[in-house]
């Protein structure tokens, strides 16, 4: 079955740091796109960045560009999501989905109707 094993976040005042990992089981990411996701109560989840492992190519939600950094471990079938500088509108429940994707466009590769392998989903919280 295949399933996404999420690990990582927790609780930091603003301005820290935390790492999200989003491993893989029982299949392999080759050529998937991976997404993370946020989610606050009431809100509709929300696509922050993405890396298509076909070809590299990665994007982010303008309000965590340069703050958080998405990257892949082929050889441990993890991707992470590092999140520097974090505030508390950060503060939310962080999701990884995967989905084969054809290239890569920031509406499609975000929208979570598209994705239908996501992981556990893991809180979030900074403090001010």
């Known amino acids: 079955e295949a399933q996404l094993v999420q690990s990582g976040g927790g609780f930091v005042q603003a301005g820290g740091s935390l790492r999200l990992s989003c491993t893989a089981s029982g299949f392999t990411f080759d050529g998937y796109t991976i997404t993370w996701f946020r989610q606050v109560p009431g809100k509709e989840r929300e696509g922050i960045s993405y890396?298509?492992?076909?070809?590299?190519?990665?994007d982010y939600l303008d309000s965590v560009k340069g703050r958080f950094t998405i990257s892949s471990d082929d050889a441990k079938n993890t991707v992470y999501l590092q999140m520097n500088s974090l505030k508390p509108e950060d503060t939310a429940v962080y999701y990884c989905a995967a989905e084969l994707l054809y290239g890569s466009v920031w509406f499609v590769s975000t929208d979570p109707k598209v994705f239908d392998t996501w992981g556990q989903g893991t809180q979030v919280t900074v403090s001010s």
């Open positions: 890396i298509n492992l076909s070809d590299g190519t990665t």
